[in-house]
């Protein structure tokens, strides 16, 4: 049975899911701004597969609130000195905060009235709290009511959607033989460099041949718009953050990646994985 916390979540997703998709206006007067996207910079997946480096430096995010009881990993048994919110800070991104009890109270007053209000929240994660279980755990510094847009943000607007590709789009790039071998555990062409086309997006499972490697590489999901997935590996550098911080922005993009197809020897669990060793991006600029 899932976990009552990552129930919740999964409500809120929901639910903010559904609001994006929402052409209608808000029905509330001061909530012009309910059906759009946070438009966080760094997006949540993006703090989230850097934050060893970035653990102790403080971040403000844009969020949807709901309380949660996730107490696990860094925070287990600090329930009643602390108290935990799910904050939603982009499609299907989100962070664990953990507020002192005495300011939580104060939060969860406004959740009595708003089932997921907007709120601003600087948040860190702590170095003495890092996991490589409980990946999204944040303190919470402090919150305010509504988003806030200081300088430097990105515009209060949902992201162009014509930018992401469509499924004709990958349907044409994908090669239909290299994905079918490739998701196929039996014929996968291990330890060999293959080249393969897909959507790209940035991902934050390191799990199997990579698994711990947030130090060393950035993860991708590769997706052929037919429902096959392979996950690919980055090696981190500062031309492949110019791509990470693309892929953060859009969400979405074709790629063209060399990669070396990895898998763990005699598991049935881990499907093949790829290592990337050269990459095109197939839509231009990367600027985002």
Wanted: hydrophobic letters at 40%.
């Amino acid at each position: 049975m899932a976990h009552p916390a990552r129930r919740a979540a999964l409500g809120l997703l929901i639910l903010v899911a559904s609001l994006q998709l929402a052409a209608a206006p808000s029905a509330r007067a001061d909530d012009g701004v309910r059906d759009q996207d946070p438009r966080n910079w760094p997006t949540i997946t993006r703090l989230v597969a850097d934050r060893y480096e970035l653990a102790g430096q403080v971040f403000t995010v844009r969020a949807f609130a709901r309380k949660s009881d996730y107490f696990n990993c860094g925070y287990a048994g600090t329930q009643g000195r602390l108290m935990a919110f799910t904050l939603l800070g982009g499609p299907f991104e989100t962070l664990t905060g953990y507020l002192p009890a005495e300011l939580g109270k104060v939060l969860e007053r406004l959740l009595d009235s708003d089932d997921a209000p907007q709120i601003t929240v600087q948040v860190r994660f702590d170095p003495e709290r890092l996991s490589e279980v409980c990946l999204d755990q944040v303190e919470i510094l402090k919150w305010s009511r509504g988003w806030q847009y200081p300088p430097g943000s990105l515009a209060p607007d949902r992201p162009d959607p014509k930018r992401l590709p469509s499924v004709e789009t990958l349907r044409e790039l994908a090669q239909p033989q290299i994905w079918k071998d490739l998701t196929d555990p039996e014929k996968a062409p291990v330890g060999q460099q293959i080249q393969i086309a897909g959507g790209a997006r940035l991902s934050t499972a390191m799990h199997c041949a990579f698994r711990g490697a947030w130090r060393t590489h950035w993860g991708l999901q590769l997706h052929d718009g037919r429902g096959r997935v392979v996950h690919a590996y980055l090696p981190k550098s500062d031309a492949a953050r110019a791509l990470v911080d693309h892929l953060a922005a859009v969400r979405d993009a074709p790629l063209m990646v060399q990669a070396r197809v990895v898998k763990v020897a005699l598991s049935t669990y881990c499907a093949p994985q790829l290592e990337v060793v050269g990459w095109t991006l197939l839509e231009g600029s990367l600027q985002p």
